[in-house]
DNA sequence: GTTAGCACTCTCACGAATAGAGTGCTAACA
DNA sequence: TGTTAGCACTCTATTCGTGAGAGTGCTAAC
């Protein structure tokens, strides 16, 4: 396939544009009027013949102006985050106010950019794999009932309660404390295997049951993460691009929205193909999901050091306004990566 | 108004019924056909045309069938629930499965109903209001970070990281716990008042400021609930019903799913306005919620004694299948009743 | 290489025509 | 008096055709 020469470009760019803000089909007329080209529409018509033959275009039908097919949008794309930087926008750190509570962030976060955007979002919070064990603690709620808390670093509260036939006096309940935290401090939730598990046991003694009820505790609430909190915001922006609120599809991208499930893969995807700026485009069938193939998605991964990432996601309308949104993205990321990364002490 | 004799019953029951299952207008032909009256469609007819006089049936245009009208709907579900006491629906104790945190138990029921009725719904976890601390516990998790850990009646756990300049040593950790457990045990969240405060700060001398701190932090987590939580489920089964799914209704709809605070007006309304059983039906206009006149709405409350009590409700057409969706969330109230009422030990 | 002009194509909006469904009314019947 | 058959009437939804408008492709001239 040719290199588009300069002029190309331009009108290609130009058509795209147009159509981001239109959605309409754009003819050569409105090209040949308002850009800064000073070429007569029937100049343009034949270029858009040759981008149109090249693949970067498409007619709806024979009389109809020219959208941009999958491939022109990669192009639009793949130049646009190579050339644009711009300042950064209007999301500010006011959304971090003080909020220790991850999941409110994350609300927070996804709410505000789907207001920003228009568009339909997602966030996940970070997976816990590799996460390590910071602090635990067991409580006599009541005489039936211990609570056993759970820390991980970053913070990650996690509670648990615990059924007893009776209670447990204060000696051996401080001593458990010390038990769990001196065996456990430290370890990836991976690295609490048998071998530790017996060892734990033996020195609990008569009270190894509890200890077994804690290390279920642990593995329960790590598989509770594993099925992926996935928060969502703007579904019904949708309805705000004709190409896609009919019934049908409409349809279908909400409930692929509510369902979660298929965001999952998404999210999966975009976590194993890592790219320089953390940040991926999906234009309509490339996107992993089935359902989304009208669709463009663009997603970024957070950090939360250790190796922990999340992932945030953008679905809009293939003539989605590509700039501002990878521009939105961007700046969420490095404020994620802030927020999570340093000892909240800050 | 006068009664209804029973043949008009009759046939307004037949008509319901034959319009809730097609959703198309019922004309006089149907009726006679399949109702086991013998009467012929130009009897039938006629006493159509005094059901529409009298408002229990509407013609959408002049040569259609007649659909009931909202005083109609609600002729039937008075009928309705006073003579039907039909068997307990599918669903099964399964979804109680020792699920602790209540949050998970409130997120499978709204899906169960939504599954099993092929509505819309929502839940509301009980509010907290008046309830009452039960047990308070200071850690030190790190150099510069205690957590909080709140559990109050319910056994609902709340957490909260509070900074602190340097490490608490272990004695006066000891002693804040203490002081902390008896002065708090026991009071409802209202009841900590300024005296309660002022003495306990003048009990831990020069810690008062993480007293205070730990007040902040139980107030915070009240707030945070304050603002209720409410889970949905099945927004998009909206789709499933042709006079609900024009691009324009379902936007609005689905948005007030969203958003969660039109909902929350349903919720109070609906706690206001208690009844016998419970269990309230709003057809069209009677909803407090405006941008639902086009549905019904189906709510009901539960409790978690001490005056704590949440809300199902159920969003569809006003042709929904009204039986079956009173019967569902009957069984639902009975059982959420009883899982949240119980001490969970059992 | 660029442009003007023109015939051609396709969509969309509008209106007329038609079939179908259902009613209301009248007259006959039990 | 209540029920029924029959028929004219009304309204909707669908289909078809038409015309306007937008945009193209091509050709010929600059």
Redesign the interface.
């Known amino acids: 396939m040719h290199e588009l020469d300069e002029r190309k470009t331009k009108i290609l760019n130009a058509i795209i544009r147009n159509y981001l803000e239109t959605g309409e089909p754009v003819g050569s007329r409105t090209i040949s009027k308002y850009s800064d080209l000073n070429l007569s529409s029937a100049t343009i018509r034949n270029e858009m013949s040759d981008l149109e033959e090249m693949g970067y275009i498409i007619q709806p039908h024979t009389s109809a102006g020219r959208i941009p097919s999958d491939l022109g949008y990669r192009f639009y794309v793949d130049n646009l985050i190579a050339q644009k930087d711009k300042e950064v926008t209007e999301i500010k750190e006011f959304m971090i106010e003080r909020t ?1 509570k991850m999941e ?1 962030v994350l609300k927070q976060v996804v709410k505000l950019l789907a207001n920003n955007t228009n568009y339909a979002t997602m966030i996940t919070a970070p997976s816990y794999h590799r996460n390590k064990v ?2 635990i ?1 067991l ?1 006599q ?2 005489e ?2 211990i ?1 056993a ?1 759970i ?1 991980t670093e970053g ?1 990650i ?1 996690k ?3 615990i ?1 007893v036939e009776e209670p447990l006096d204060n000696e051996t309940m401080l001593k458990l404390n010390i038990l769990l935290n001196t065996s456990l401090n430290g370890l990836s939730l991976e690295e609490i295997n048998l071998v530790t598990i017996a060892r734990l046991k033996e020195q609990a003694g008569i009270h190894s049951n509890i200890i077994s009820d804690v290390l279920d505790a642990v593995a329960a609430s790590i598989q ?1 993460d594993e099925d992926l909190q996935i928060y969502t ?4 922006n949708i ?1 705000k691009y004709p190409e896609l ?3 049908q599809k ?2 279908e991208l ?2 692929a929205f ?1 369902e979660k499930q298929q965001l999952a893969s998404l999210v999966n995807q975009t976590l194993s193909g890592e790219e320089e700026t953390g940040i991926q485009v999906y234009i309509g069938d490339e996107s992993p999901v089935a359902t989304m193939k009208d669709c463009s998605v663009v997603t970024a991964t957070y950090e939360l050091g250790e190796g922990m990432h999340g992932t945030i996601g953008i679905i809009g309308p293939k003539r989605m306004d590509y700039e501002n949104v990878v521009d939105n993205l961007k700046t969420l990321k490095v404020q994620l990566d802030n927020i999570f990364k340093k ?3 800050d």
Do not use: H, R, Y
């Open positions: 220790e409110q910071k602090f603690q409580s709620v009541d039936k009932q609570l808390v820390v913070n509260v509670n648990k309660m059924p509770e915001s703007g579904a019904t309805f609120s009919d019934s409409a349809s909400i409930s509510e000892p909240k002490g």
